[in-house]
Every structure is written in C-alpha cells, then in structure tokens.
C-alpha cells in the first residue's frame, strides 16, 4: 500500500520562498496561517480548475499565465463557513498572496479572503509549509 506524500521537496519549497514567477508568468499564492479552525480543511479552487486543500500553516502556489483568475475557498466542512471568491489581476512578472482565515460569527462562520502587502506576503510564504494541488492549475 503506497501513499502520497501531499509535501513537496525541498528544491520546491526552496523555490517557492523565493517569490519569484517564471518568465512570462505570473504567481498566485494562497496562504493560511489563522488559530479558528485551525485542522479544519479549506478547499481552494484556481479558474474553477485547480483544486487543492490547506490547513492553518500550508499553502498552495500556482503559476498562471498574465490576467485575470479567479479564487473559490471554501471551508471542507461546508456548513462551517460562508464561502469567499476574489477575482486577482496579476501582470506578468507579478506576485500575489492571498491570505485565507476563518472569521466565526454568531451562528457561523465566513471565509475571509486578503490581498497581502510586500512584507505580510513573504512573512507568510516563509511560515507557511507547500501543499502540492490535488488538480494541478492549467
């Protein structure tokens, strides 16, 4: 019986730190790092293609093409949260950190999504561990 390891290698993760697209691309991070339901998994959906899941303290990386994408997260736990989408614009060259958190309320809670500045955005990426996506982004 064989299991997948969700983690990347090392040379990933190493690249990843570095925040850098490739050329001609843009990249997309989504990033989680909150206490509230903490080991609760929420489903990240890239362009309504790429599909990945993240605990507090993981993230999902993508390298797009220039444009326009949109994001879909979602607690797995469906009744747990109020889903949320942001569509981001990214040049090539670009890099966006999208910062996703639970924020409870009186009877339930609501997905949060944040667009993160320079120093937030590389203080996450570097404290947060690389999830592989289950469905790779285009």
Do not use: C
Request: charged share 25%; hydrophobic share 50%; no cysteine.
């Amino acid at each position: 019986l064989f299991t997948i390891d969700p983690r990347p290698h090392d040379a990933a993760l190493a690249e990843a730190r570095a925040m850098r697209a490739p050329d001609g691309k843009a990249r997309i991070y989504v990033t989680r790092r909150g206490f509230v339901a903490a080991l609760q998994g929420m489903d990240v959906t890239l362009d309504g293609a790429a599909k990945g899941q993240i605990k507090s303290g993981q993230m999902l990386m993508a390298d797009v093409e220039p444009g326009t994408h949109h994001l879909h997260v979602a607690t797995a736990k469906a009744k747990l949260a109020k889903a949320a989408e942001l569509d981001i614009d990214v040049g090539a060259g670009g890099v966006v950190v999208i910062d996703a958190m639970i924020e409870m309320g009186a009877l339930k809670g609501s997905v949060k999504l944040t667009r993160l500045d320079a120093a937030k955005a590389r203080e996450d990426v570097n404290a947060t561990k690389l999830i592989l996506w289950e469905v790779a982004p285009a």
